[in-house]
Nanobody, 116 residues
Framework: QVQLVESGGGLVQPGGSLRLSCAASGFTFSMYGMSWYRQAPGKERELVSSITSAGGSRSYTDSVKGRFTISRSNAKNTVYLQMNSLRPEDTAVYYC?????????WGKGTLVTVSS
């Protein structure tokens, strides 16, 4: 079955960096685009970034452009989110997302806290 397992979250000071990873299994990873979402306390879940199956196209929500970079390793079945210049408003649970054959799959999330 499809499994998405996020890691790499934690507490970081404003201006710091973190790299999130999402290890995928149970499907042919190289055939599917992947996304990162986040949900801040008391807010709706929002799309942060997406990457196509071969990694040739990436997109970002405006608030993270120039600070976050999505990438993937199809050899390792893993998608990454490099987050630089972190701000307190980036505090959220970050989720890995896959849509496959009309079905949505979510990881359990990893908490990122940006605070001094």
């Amino acid at each position: 079955q499809v499994q998405l397992v996020e890691s790499g979250g934690g507490l970081v000071q404003p201006g710091g960096s973190l790299r999130l990873s999402c290890a995928a299994s149970g499907f042919t990873f190289s055939m599917y685009g992947m996304s990162w979402y986040r949900q801040a306390p008391g807010k709706e879940r929002e799309l942060v970034s997406s990457i196509t199956s071969a990694g040739g196209s990436r997109s970002y929500t405006d608030s993270v452009k120039g600070r976050f970079t999505i990438s993937r390793s199809n050899a390792k079945n893993t998608v990454y989110l490099q987050m630089n210049s972190l701000r307190p408003e980036d505090t959220a649970v970050y989720y890995c997302f896959l849509r496959r054959a009309g079905v949505d799959y979510w990881g359990k999330g990893t908490l990122v806290t940006v605070s001094s």
